[in-house]
Nanobody
Framework: QVQLVESGGGLVQPGGSLRLSCAAS????????VGWFRQAPGKEREFVAR????????YYADSVKGRFTISRDNAKNTAYLQMNSLKPEDTAVYYC???????????????WGQGTQVTVSS
């Protein structure tokens, strides 16, 4: 079993930055793909980004490409999502997840965190 805890969310003005962290416990995530998803009120949970087990391959949703950066530190059993140039439409609860296959589908992930709220507003 893998337990995931997200942190780093909060209220930020448009154009600002936040760095989300996803700390894992219970098992090492070194062999897993890590993904970030988000869910805005009244909307489906959507894919944001994913990173391969060795950080060699990353993939982003078109809506965040060029603004968000996913990374991981396997020695710390932690993954990150650096979010720059934030927009009001980025407002959502952000979730990290890990899985053996990993993809843009929620079904590709086996373990999920509880989420952290990100609000972009002036």
């Amino acid at each position: 079993q893998v337990q995931l805890v997200e942190s780093g969310g909060g209220l930020v003005q448009p154009g600002g930055s936040l760095r989300l962290s996803c700390a894992a416990s219970g098992s090492t995530i070194g062999s897993y793909v890590v993904g970030w998803f988000r869910q805005a009120p009244g909307k489906e949970r959507e894919f944001v980004a994913r990173i391969s087990w060795n950080a060699g391959i990353t993939y982003y949703a078109d809506s965040v490409k060029g603004r968000f950066t996913i990374s991981r530190d396997n020695a710390k059993n932690t993954a990150y999502l650096q979010m720059n140039s934030l927009k009001p439409e980025d407002t959502a609860v952000y979730y990290c997840a890990v899985g053996t296959s990993g993809g843009a589908s929620r079904r590709s992930y086996d373990y999920w965190g509880q989420g952290t709220q990100v609000t972009v507003s002036s």
